[in-house]
């Protein structure tokens, strides 16, 4: 899998398209939500992406690719701006098609209160969105 096409992949998963979603993935691969402590199968992880309430947008903020692996950091959020998010997704590719995904997801949200109360760190940016 190319560069190029990971953004189309998650275009893909953004748009819960299970048909596109599939093209993607070798029969055999899985995914993990280590958050959630979650292993799914393909059509496991498709169920759980395209039955997620909601309409969802979004866009890859980094790309790091080497011969076996893709590392995508992306900022997902529903379409009417009531969640947000970000995921780091490990894509292992083999034979051009994903193998495997090793994923992290976090809520966005403002620093927590002892942080802010130390008056430490500053804004990445105005607003998640």
Partial sequence: METIQIHEFWNAVLRQDADAIRRYFHRDAWVNWHNTNEHFTVEEFIRANCEYPGE??????????????????????????????????????????????????????????????????????????
Avoid: N
Wanted: aromatic content about 10%; some cysteine; charged content about 25%.
């Fill in 56 to 129: 969802w947008d979004g866009e890859i903020e980094q790309v790091l690719a080497t011969d076996t692996h893709i590392i995508t950091a992306a900022h997902v959020y529903s379409k009417d701006r009531s969640i947000s998010c970000h995921a780091t997704s490990f894509i292992h590719i083999r034979d051009g098609k994903i193998a495997s995904i090793e994923e992290y997801w976090g809520d966005d949200g403002p620093a927590p209160a002892w942080r802010q109360d130390k008056k430490i760190g500053t804004k990445i940016r105005q607003s998640v969105f």
